[in-house]
């Protein structure tokens, strides 16, 4: 009999487990088919800030695999099909396809959910005016573009200062626009410690952005419903554009209403095989929780990483397989202006709120060898635990070069290591691509010396 | 009572061990003299290539700490000394300076030997002419620059296929010269599979390098006591200069002749204290031999990674401290014309010869998301163990951003993880940096599914 997997999202999450599900049965034995509500499948979405600069020029190049792809290869791609309703008992979702407003349901076997996620949106009055935009999806992405070449889009404010707004206030300057950025907390990207932050602000400074940290918006200016203002405390910034830019919340009222159990941080709970506590119901990507293996918490962790590994742990135990989603550790990376900046495990905020005694040490070096030519500062941060010596997190910012040795880090926290091993592993050297001690053994070494 | 810390060899390892028990206890309890019998202390002799190559235009750039800078710090650095014997019952070691001939014995509480490497010499007719060097040092270096600088320098033959030979290949053809290899082995590069090997050998042409690979030197034409051809074969090759690489030997003749305990590698023995079987004697960098993780061999891995870390291991354990040097794992990285080259563990050979049952694949991917500018081409290559799974080795050879890439292999095999775990770690990602699954993790994703 030929059972029948429907997935929820059409996206990074979702596709991978319907491609996955595909490659491993055959059409005889499996249905597969995915409802995305957005006019996109398989792009990538982070990708969206270089569409908006003009670093990528044409919006195809973010797709990795566009429906008729998708169908080509046997997987029922359904664009512009909004899910409305799960019902578990009878094993059927409710779809609106969004051409004709008819409704209709559609049964499952097994049921991926992956819904993603929606930016953060302040309650704040005036939040819904036109020319307000969270960016999560390529429509979004292509809304925020077309609002930028209006004739009279000169000012843009990005309220918030996670990732996604900073890459998105760094294209809009190259769109030409005036860019603020206001940030609640002391300095913007508050996934890093306040040092490492403060340089990420500065190297937005450089490139024209008027940086206001410490400052809380209050609310919006609006025209007509447009919006022509961004309040706080202290001014009014004139807006033609606002990009909200307060993280992300993962969409998993869905799966809460149709009693799928959803976890503190939000997301839909799932277990190490990414099944979400209804027999041959799965969830994963943006709208579920993974487990952090350092604060040993389920966190949201909204990246395509995991999406796309957590789709394929599910299209492989959807068809028969045994796979396992084994946690994150946080690790992030992203360009801002002239500073690549990167993440792993957790920040001296996080590691004393997971309950850790903590010393973090910083040390500034080079990208090459000092003497070679193109060497470029950079500085890295490692967090450490007291007594163990275990490495906790590590921030890296600085020039080229600087951002993927996060990853060597991100491999020693996995394997629980201590900054004393750390720092007696066999990296490579050689002078075009480091000092002769790499930046991140430095930093464990400072930091092992620092502990005692 | 003052104590005597005697160092043989002025370099990485020998100075590095001097300026740790240096920082670590103060001059009224240890006298640190150190004896080089070289111009030169404390540099960065991987630097050579790029000064011979104008990419570093003063020999003072590669100089991290010259003797008089030493000698400020407490170090009793004495460059043009050579030490002839060492007296281990008597605790001393003959000294000759280089300026005036006169031997005199000095004594020691405390020994680091640190003689460094020698360039093999093949015992080929005609190897002693002038114009064949070996390149080692910076004295080695600066003869190298100095004969390519002769007016009738025009042809360079580099014998050997070993990364010092390469870079040095390459410098020689930005300074103008024309350039020829010469290596017995099927591609050069013989630390990668073959495969990893014919792109570095493309590279190599592309930049006009000559390459004549399966072929074995079989002497040298001499014209008067200079070099004027290099003979194969196949053909005689017409060489003003030539340079040998051919790799290293340990230079562990000193230590060999005092008795002091010499492995099967030719290093000399040590513990993972770096103690060199005799009371207070300690032996650092090239001269001596490491523990490989994987083969679990000892080997000599001369690399100035490695004698920074031995040397420092030294200096602490003299002065009382407790620190262990835990092996390595032959990783490497090298700039070969286009390229970017690193290795970490055991390639395919290696594997074989330590009696695993291995398997390889490759992958080619890009260092940065397909659509983002500047991405290019990288190759992946892993070596797993059948049956566990465990990652053994990994190679990799592509274009700016390619060999950093290592250290996250490196620090799997360090960890002994196996490939499907690898293939599960959370690494940094954003478009600027790597694809959505990183290079790395598509080819242990690879190795996992070859192994089923």
């Not at 044409?58 to 099909?81: F, K, N, Y």
């Not at 490492?196 to 025209?223: C, H, N, P, Q």
Request: aromatic share 4%.
């Amino acid at each position: 009999m030929t059972e029948r997997l429907v997935v929820i999202g059409g996206d990074a999450a979702g596709m991978t487990a319907a491609a996955t599900a595909r490659r491993r049965v055959p059409a005889d034995q499996l249905d597969v088919v995915a409802f995305e509500q957005g006019n996109y499948t398989s792009y990538s979405a982070c990708g969206i800030p270089y569409l908006i600069g003009g670093l990528v020029p044409d919006v195809d190049a973010l797709i990795a695999r566009g429906p008729d792809e998708h169908r080509r290869r046997g997987v029922d791609a359904r664009t512009g099909h909004q899910v409305l309703a799960i019902d578990t008992d009878r094993r059927r979702v409710l779809v609106r396809p969004s051409a004709d407003g008819s409704e209709s349901w559609e049964a499952f076997d097994q049921l991926v959910i992956a819904t993603g996620s929606t930016p953060r949106r302040p309650a704040l009055p005036g939040v819904d005016a036109a020319g307000i935009f969270g960016v999560q999806t390529l429509d979004d992405g292509l809304a925020v573009r077309a609002a930028s070449d209006a004739d009279d889009a000169r000012h843009a404010v990005v309220v918030g200062g996670g990732y996604v707004g900073l890459e998105l206030g760094e294209a809009l300057v190259r769109r030409g626009l005036s860019v603020a950025l206001v940030e609640a907390a002391p300095q913007p990207m508050s996934t890093l410690d306040p040092e490492m932050g403060a340089l990420v602000a500065d190297a937005l400074r450089s490139v024209g952005v008027e940086v206001y940290v410490g400052e809380r918006v209050e609310g919006f200016d609006t025209d007509d419903g447009q919006v022509t203002g961004v309040q706080t405390a202290a001014r009014v910034l004139p807006a033609d554009l606002v990009i909200l830019g307060l993280g992300v919340e993962p969409n998993s009222g869905l799966a809460r209403d149709a009693g799928i159990p959803v976890g503190e941080s939000g997301g839909i709970a799932v277990d190490d095989h990414v099944r979400a506590g209804i027999d041959g119901i799965y969830a994963a990507g943006d709208c579920s929780e993974s487990f952090h293996r350092v604060s040993r918490r389920p966190v949201v962790a909204a990246l395509g990483t995991h999406a796309n590994k957590q789709g394929r742990v599910a299209g492989i135990n959807i068809t028969g397989g045994d796979a396992v989603f084994p946690g994150v550790l946080g690790t992030a990376a992203s360009k801002i202006c002239k500073y690549e900046v990167a993440r792993t495990g957790l920040n001296e905020r996080e590691a004393a709120a997971a309950g850790f005694d903590a010393v973090a040490v910083s040390i500034d070096a080079t990208t090459r060898a000092g003497y070679y030519p193109g060497a470029a500062p950079i500085r890295v941060r490692v967090v450490a635990e007291r007594g163990t010596g275990r490495l906790l997190g590590a921030q890296i910012v600085g020039e080229e070069g600087a951002a993927k040795r996060v990853d060597v880090l991100a491999a020693a926290i996995w394997n629980d290591m201590t900054v004393d091993e750390v720092a007696s592993m066999d990296l490579s050297y050689a002078p075009p691509f480091a000092p002769v001690w790499d930046p991140t053994l430095m930093a464990a070494r400072r930091a092992a010396a620092a502990l005692g």
